[in-house]
């Protein structure tokens, strides 16, 4: 790296540093296990005072006084409340390229927030501390949608980003924040395993500026042993949201003798070309010992690099590295005459040399939001 290079990406991580005094550690501001309940419309009311809830493919069934799998939903009298509205305990200036979105707003600075919870249990969860709990066991700001497009305007950031944990489980808090930034001009943005049921979905790509997901292997019983999911309803959403045309991008963390069968990436990426499109971007992501797994080794370079080959080879485009500094995947290139368009560094934009959304050698448009829609 340069040493302008250098300079330019030490004052990019100055910014995401600057927004720490709105997070301190000790404050009347940040209450542990405070939370705002709110009910939820994602539920139907059963006998007596039970419900099932409709938010996920989990369907919890939940008793009086019962909370869902995501430790997030409880029924209270035959209604089901959530828990984790306006009280985010996750709240940070990130790169856009954290998330993370190669195709989107190269260099912008995102706005990105969490409450606790998760509807999956991964095994290999990087943030279990927060997703693996409840909203009334962490330390909570008190942020409503308003607020939180208004922190994002204030410290100019043009991207708002659910992210961390499982952005379904605060479903009712990004619907509203996702209202709010696009009629103010901000690109609301989420990080999801994609485990999710269609009408909630549908209700928020409206509003959705760009989605990235997480296909976190091509086989169900990874799903189920890993993550105890299912991996189903995930391509189902995958479909959704590309079909509305939301921008879309995929990541694929690959887990040492788990889920790098080249075989299994073949079929995965098959699947993206045929059933989304071949300019989806792909990010292969490099696994290190977490959580649970902390008993397997960090993912081999190489395998990484085998499984991108597999993805060039069926046909996508546009196919990353990630967790990898420095390697030349992290780049983009213009896929008709190979032009370096964006050079990156981690999360870092070195080099951004489209001009309009397009290659400047060639002209072929690449796919991504490049700019603020009007």
Request: aromatic share 10%; hydrophobic share 35%; net charge positive.
């Amino acid at each position: 790296m340069t040493r302008r290079d250098f300079l330019r990406v030490a004052a990019k991580g100055a910014l995401c540093l600057s927004f720490l005094p709105l997070l301190p550690r000790r404050s009347s501001a940040q209450d542990l296990g405070w939370t705002s309940p709110i009910r939820s419309p994602y539920y139907i009311p059963l006998e007596g005072e039970a419900v099932q809830c409709t938010l996920c493919p989990r369907g919890c069934v939940l008793e009086h006084g019962e909370r869902g799998h995501c430790e997030v939903r409880e029924n209270r009298h035959g209604e089901l409340w959530t828990l984790a509205y306006a009280n985010p305990c996750a709240l940070h200036i990130d790169p856009i390229e954290k998330k993370p979105f190669f195709h989107v707003l190269p260099g912008a600075d995102c706005l990105s927030y969490a409450t606790a919870g998760c509807n999956f249990d991964c095994l290999f969860c990087q943030n279990w501390q927060i997703s693996q709990t409840s909203p009334d066991k962490t330390r909570n700001l008190r942020v409503s949608p308003e607020k939180m497009v208004s922190l994002a305007k204030g410290y100019r950031c043009p991207a708002i980003a659910a992210t961390y944990t499982e952005p379904t489980v605060f479903f009712e808090y990004n619907l509203e924040v996702a209202r709010i930034a696009k009629g103010q001009g901000v690109l609301f943005t989420f990080h999801s395993n994609g485990f999710i049921n269609p009408e909630p979905i549908q209700a928020l790509l409206p509003y959705l500026g760009a989605a990235c997901v997480d296909l976190k292997a091509f086989s169900s019983s990874f799903y189920r042993r890993m993550s105890n999911g299912e991996l189903e309803p995930v391509l189902e959403t995958l479909k959704a949201i590309h079909g509305r045309g939301v921008h879309l991008e995929v990541v694929n963390l690959v887990i040492p003798k788990e889920n790098d069968d080249p075989g299994m990436i073949r079929d995965m990426c098959s699947w993206i070309k045929e059933e989304l499109a071949p300019w989806v971007p792909l990010h292969f992501s490099r696994f290190f010992p977490m959580y649970k797994l902390r008993s397997l080794p960090p993912t081999p370079v190489r395998t990484l690099e085998r499984a991108r080959e597999i993805a060039l080879e069926v046909g996508l485009q546009y196919v990353y590295l990630g967790n990898v500094p420095g390697h030349p995947a992290e780049n983009t290139h213009c896929p008709r005459c190979g032009e370096l368009l964006i050079q990156r560094r981690g999360f870092f934009v070195l080099e951004n040399r489209l001009r309009g959304g397009s290659c400047p050698r060639c002209g072929k448009r690449i796919e991504g939001v490049w700019g603020m829609p009007s």
